[in-house]
C-alpha cells in the first residue's frame, strides 16, 4: 500500500496542487478530459473483459497533463516556466509507474489511441491570432454549462448543450444608427464585444429563472446579450481555440445576404410586433417537443425560424442549430413551424391551454419531460430582466 502511494498517489497529489497555484492560467483542464477519455476506455475494455480501467485512467490523465504542459510552455509566464521543471518531473515519474512491469503491445497501441483522442479534443491553439470579421449578420452557437465543472469539458468540445442566437456585427454602429434615424427608426443598442467590434442581439430571453433547466418558463425575443456571450464572443476575436477552457466554445457562421442592414432591421421589426402580440410570451423548454395543446420550442428554433425565414439561410444557420450531440437540436422544419405558429390566431389561447393542462391534471397525463425537469409554474410576478 506504501508503495502504490508513493508511485501514483503522491505524484498526482503533487501535480494537482501545482495546478491549484496555476490557478490564474485558466486553461489547465485538459488533464481532467483525459481522465475521462482514459476512464471511457477502461470501461469498453472492461464490457469486452479485459480489465484495464486503472491503467486507461492514468494514461488519459497523463496525456492530458502533456497538453496542460505544452500549454505553459508556450504561453506561461516566467514563474510558471519554473514551476514546469518539477512538473515535468513529476508526470515522467507517474510515466515510468502508470503500467505493470510487462508493457505489451496491446497496452502500447491503448495508450496511442488515448493520446491521440486526447491531444485532438483537448490540446489548445499554440498559435493564437486574431480573428477578423466582416460587417454582417451571423449565427453563434455558446456553451450553456461553461460554469459546470466536469459538463465543462465535454459539452464544449463536442456541442451537447449549447445556446444561439443571431446577431450583427459591426464596426461602426454610429453610421447604422445614422441610417435609421434617417429612416424614422430609433437607435439600436450596440454592445461591445471588444477589438473595435459591436453587435446588435437577437436571442431568446427567459422571464422565470430556476437556475436549472428554465422548462416552462414564459419566454420571449429580446435584443440584450447574455454576459457570457459577450465575453466569449471577445475571446473569439482573440482567436481562442474552441478547446480553451473553462472558457468555452463558440461558434460564428456568417449569413451572406444582400443589405445585411435593411435585413436585420426587417427581423428586429418582427420582434416588435410578436412581442406586441404575445406579451406574456410563450412556452420554453429546453429540449423542443410537442405539448398537448402547443409546441415548446427553445432557442435553436427560433434562430434557424428567423434565418430561414427572413434571411433565406435556414441552411446555414442549421449547422449550429442542429449539432449532431446537442440535446436540444432543431432542423429548419421546427423553425418553419415556429413561424406558422407565430400567426396563428389560436396560438394565444393554445399557449394558456396548455398551461391549464398542466395546473389541473394529474401526473400520470403528463409527459416525462415535464415532470423531471418542471421546478415551478410561471409566476403572474413583474417579469425578471436580469440575463
Known amino acids: 500500500m506504501r508503495s502504490r502511494f508513493c508511485k501514483f498517489v503522491l505524484p498526482f497529489l503533487l501535480i494537482e496542487l501545482l495546478a491549484f ?3 490564474s492560467e485558466v486553461n489547465l483542464q485538459a488533464r481532467w478530459f483525459g481522465a475521462l477519455v482514459g476512464l471511457v476506455a477502461g470501461l469498453v475494455l472492461w464490457l469486452i473483459r479485459r480489465p484495464a480501467w486503472r491503467f486507461t485512467f492514468w494514461a488519459g490523465y497523463l496525456s492530458g497533463t502533456i497538453c496542460d504542459f ?3 510552455i508556450v504561453f506561461g509566464s516566467t514563474y510558471h516556466c ?5 512538473w515535468g518531473g513529476l508526470v515522467a515519474v507517474l510515466l515510468k509507474n502508470s503500467g505493470e512491469n510487462r508493457f505489451s503491445w496491446v497496452r502500447g497501441l491503448i495508450a496511442l ?4 483522442v486526447t ?6 491553439d499554440l498559435q493564437i491570432e486574431r480573428r477578423e470579421i466582416p460587417e454582417g449578420i451571423y449565427v453563434y452557437a455558446n456553451d450553456v454549462v461553461y460554469n459546470i465543472p466536469v459538463l465543462n469539458l ?9 445556446h444561439t442566437g443571431i446577431c450583427y456585427v459591426t464596426r461602426d454602429p454610429d453610421s447604422f444608427d445614422r441610417q435609421r434615424l434617417a429612416a424614422g427608426l430609433p437607435k439600436l443598442d450596440f454592445e ?4 473595435g467590434y459591436s453587435i446588435s442581439d437577437l436571442n431568446l430571453e427567459v422571464r422565470d429563472r430556476d437556475s436549472f433547466a428554465n422548462y416552462a418558463s414564459r419566454t420571449e425575443l429580446d435584443v440584450q ?3 457570457f456571450d459577450l465575453e466569449h464572443m471577445g475571446y473569439y476575436l482573440e482567436g481562442r481555440s474552441v478547446n480553451d477552457l473553462p472558457k468555452p466554445s463558440i461558434r460564428f457562421v456568417p449569413l451572406n445576404v444582400p443589405n445585411p442592414r435593411e435585413a436585420w432591421n426587417r427581423i428586429l421589426k418582427f420582434r416588435k410586433q410578436i412581442n406586441a402580440q404575445y406579451p406574456d410570451g410563450f412556452i420554453y423548454s429546453p429540449i423542443a417537443y410537442d405539448g398537448h395543446f402547443v409546441r415548446l420550442y427553445n432557442c435553436n428554433t427560433l434562430t434557424v425560424g428567423i434565418a430561414d425565414e427572413f434571411l433565406d439561410r435556414g441552411k446555414e444557420a442549421e449547422v449550429l442549430t442542429n449539432l449532431p450531440l446537442n440535446v436540444g437540436r432543431q432542423k429548419i422544419e421546427d423553425g418553419r413551424r415556429l413561424m406558422k405558429d407565430y400567426r396563428e390566431d389560436d396560438f394565444q389561447s393554445r399557449i394558456n391551454q396548455e398551461r391549464e393542462f398542466w395546473k389541473s391534471q394529474p401526473f400520470f397525463k403528463q409527459y416525462w419531460l415535464h415532470l423531471l425537469l418542471l421546478r415551478k409554474f410561471p409566476s403572474d410576478e413583474t417579469p425578471d430582466k436580469t440575463p
Request: glycine share 8%; no cysteine; net charge positive.
Open 21 to 23: 497555484l496555476f490557478a
Open 70 to 72: 505544452l500549454y505553459l
Open 82 to 86: 519554473l514551476l514546469l521543471i518539477l
Open 113 to 116: 489511441g488515448i493520446l491521440i
Open 119 to 124: 491531444a485532438y479534443f483537448a490540446l489548445p
Open 154 to 162: 465535454i459539452s464544449s468540445r463536442f456541442g451537447v448543450m449549447v
Open 192 to 195: 461591445p464585444i471588444g477589438y
Open 225 to 227: 446579450s447574455f454576459p
